[in-house]
């Protein structure tokens, strides 16, 4: 069965530090990749989306992601975080079976 | 337009209880699914309803849980004599209409906090 890791649990920084979180699944087929945000308080949102074509997405709020197909990787990335991207974030990953299969979330605290 | 919507936000439920959980989709979405966020952890996958079509229910942890989906809308989530291990948030989230095998994102609702005393 396809699985998703996000290797970092909990990540704390400062305002306008670079910010790399990692999501590695376990599926050798063809598959569409989403970053959700949940922040304090609110729903689950669609932070990004990679279905085909170029592997660098372009998200909301200056927030992307890369697709590498040979790692099985799709790490989230942003130049310079702010206090309001303080959030979970969860990978998800869409083999076409069935539903999402989401990682266990990175919890992201970014300080003033 | 209206989200995903899901009543009661919140649940307190004594342990051996059965409860419902009502989740309503956008309209017009066809699939609709359901998942459990316990503390801690990722979204766990519990049953998944596409159109007319049988459900997913892979994900369902025990026979205690069961879910339906009424006219292709509204869907309720069914725990029958809870435990303390069903304390959690019960997301459902809905999607449109599938094209080709490849899947629309998902719209998630508030979710249900259920907690089993």
């Known amino acids: 069965a396809q699985s998703v890791s996000q290797h970092n649990h909990h990540v704390i920084l400062s305002e306008a530090a670079s910010l790399e979180l990692g999501c590695n699944y376990s599926?050798?087929?063809?598959?569409?990749l989403f970053w959700y945000v949940q922040y304090p308080g609110q729903h689950l949102q669609l932070l990004l989306k990679?279905?085909?074509?170029?592997?660098l997405v372009k998200g909301i709020k200056g927030f992307e992601a890369e697709f590498i197909k040979s790692k099985f990787s799709f790490n989230l990335r942003k130049p310079s975080v702010q206090w309001s991207d303080t959030a979970e974030y969860f990978c998800a990953v869409d083999t076409g079976r069935r539903a999402l299969t989401f990682g266990s979330g990175t919890r992201l605290q970014v300080q003033p | 337009g209206a989200g995903v919507s899901q009543s009661p936000s919140n649940k307190v439920t004594e342990k051996g209880k059965d409860v419902e959980l009502r989740c309503d989709p956008i309209?017009?979405?066809?699939?609709l699914y359901w998942y459990r966020q316990s503390l801690g952890q990722g979204l766990e996958f519990l049953i998944y309803?596409?159109?007319?079509?049988?459900?997913?229910k892979s994900g369902l942890p025990s026979d205690r849980f069961s879910a339906e989906r009424t006219g292709g809308s509204v869907s309720t989530l069914t725990i029958q004599r809870t435990q303390q291990e069903d304390s959690a948030v019960y997301l459902c989230a809905s999607s449109p209409r599938t094209s080709g095998g490849i899947r629309n994102e998902q719209f998630f609702g508030p979710g249900t906090r259920l907690t089993v005393l």
């Open positions: 990679y279905f085909s074509g170029d592997p």
């Open positions: 599926y050798g087929g063809t598959v569409n």
């Open positions: 309209s017009g979405h066809t699939a």
């Open positions: 309803f596409q159109g007319n079509s049988a459900p997913d």
